[in-house]
């Protein structure tokens, strides 16, 4: 009968993939906070706190402690972007709500061990915007980008000793990329037929999420989690566009956490996050010699993101046996820096904070709702437009989501 549940969930795993696709989005950097409801109601802690079958997207080693569950939630995203050039300001918002689908189903092999899987959206970026004029030019007519990350993850976690447990998930990833309105810079490209509006092209790849939970005095736990870079299959119809001739790989990831039960009621947790994006050249690579270097070369340009670190603070309070509230904050650097703020008007990935609410109530012993509500305060960024153009660019965005799921223990 267990096989059966664990078959069962692997089916309802990939046909959600199939039909959901990951919300396109960007919070710190193109990352979500969290990935799970209960994760992100407590500013997306979770290296060293497990709540729910969807650990294994924080830190794998979390599934051994969560026990025989099953989670299923659904994210409604709202973000507001958009760009000033010379005095004008241009919304990005050709779409402003997004659904963030996770699932996840974990089972204990024995009291020790458990295999597990967890679908979740790694994060993505989204903008479009209508015609947008510079130097009296029409620069961009109808441009935006779509990009969408699903992950895959199957999980197996073990209690090596009763305050150390390990933990490895395998990443199977799957992301789709649409590029459109760049018309204007097809002499930049060393594929102008690829560059842009091909529709939607999908590229894949295979990768793996290492972590470490060890417990080191009563009710006070630390965590370590890493994830290096994800090789993925080219974006072959956008080979006029990313550097590398479409590349478009995850970036290599890592971070540490800590969880403390202070009180009977009260569990406080932080994590620092660190995601290397200069290390995939479609990212990493700058804008500053736009022109100079042609689009879609291993050197050519890119976002021109630093890489950043975030912080992760938050709490859980229960308030009885039957409801939990929880609170936090989440900060990350800024990726954007003013001189590639141009290139970044299709992707403008420049939020830093976030606050986080949440909650769980226990409707019976086996099943509980939980809800979360994040706001990303307004941020931007402002830097000079490249030669030819002249004047200044300043790209800003705000964000909202709610969040609810359902979990139940068996």
């Not at 560059?195 to 470490?212: F, I, K, T, Y």
């Not at 700058?286 to 603070?313: C, E, I, Q």
């Not at 509230?325 to 904070?353: C, E, K, M, S």
Request: net charge negative; proline share 5%.
């Amino acid at each position: 009968m267990e096989n059966n549940r664990l078959a069962a969930a692997c089916a309802a795993a990939c046909a959600l993939a199939a039909l959901v696709p990951g919300a396109a989005h960007a919070t710190d950097g193109y990352f979500q906070p969290g990935y799970s409801v209960r994760s992100t109601g407590m500013g997306g802690v979770g290296i060293a706190l497990a709540q729910d079958a969807l650990a294994a997207a924080a830190n794998p080693a979390g599934m051994a402690l969560v026990g025989n569950r099953f989670d299923a939630g659904l994210t409604l995203f709202h973000p507001d972007r958009e760009a000033q050039i010379n005095g004008t300001t241009y919304s990005g918002n050709a779409q402003s709500n997004f659904l963030i689908p996770e699932l996840g189903y974990n089972h204990m092999l024995n009291p020790d061990m458990s295999v597990g899987i967890s679908l979740y959206g790694n994060g993505g970026m989204n903008s479009g915007y209508n015609t947008i004029q510079a130097s009296r030019t029409n620069l961009l007519n109808g441009a935006g980008v779509d990009l969408q990350q699903m992950f895959i993850s199957p999980s197996f976690a073990w209690r090596v000793t009763p305050s150390n447990t390990i933990g490895i998930a395998l990443d199977l990833v799957h992301q789709t990329f649409r590029a459109n309105g760049l018309d204007n810079f097809a002499g930049y490209s060393i594929n102008p037929a690829s560059l842009q509006d091909p529709g939607h092209d999908s590229s894949n790849g295979v990768g793996v999420r290492l972590g470490w939970i060890g417990e080191i005095a009563p009710g006070l736990s630390v965590g370590a989690t890493v994830q290096p870079k994800i090789h993925m299959s080219s974006f072959s119809k956008y080979s006029g566009l990313f550097a590398g001739g479409g590349s478009f790989d995850i970036p290599a990831n890592y971070g540490v956490g800590v969880s403390w039960k202070a009180t009977p009621a009260w569990t406080l947790a932080a994590d620092v996050e660190r995601i290397l994006y200069s290390g995939v050249p479609a990212i990493g690579n700058t804008s500053t010699d736009f022109g100079l270097v042609k689009l879609g070369l291993p050197n050519g340009p890119g976002f021109g993101w630093r890489d950043v670190t975030v912080v992760k603070l938050g709490a859980a309070w229960a308030w009885n046996d039957a409801l939990t509230l929880r609170a936090g904050w989440n900060h990350t650097d800024n990726p954007v820096t003013a001189d590639n703020v141009f290139f970044n008007t299709i992707a403008p990935g420049v939020v830093q904070d976030h606050l986080t609410l949440g909650f769980t109530y226990a409707m019976s012993r086996n099943i509980d709702l939980s809800g979360d509500y994040v706001h990303a305060f307004k941020h931007s960024v402002t830097g000079n437009l490249q030669p030819p153009l002249q004047g200044s660019e300043t790209l800003s965005m705000t964000q909202d989501s709610l969040g609810v799921s359902i979990g139940y223990k068996f």
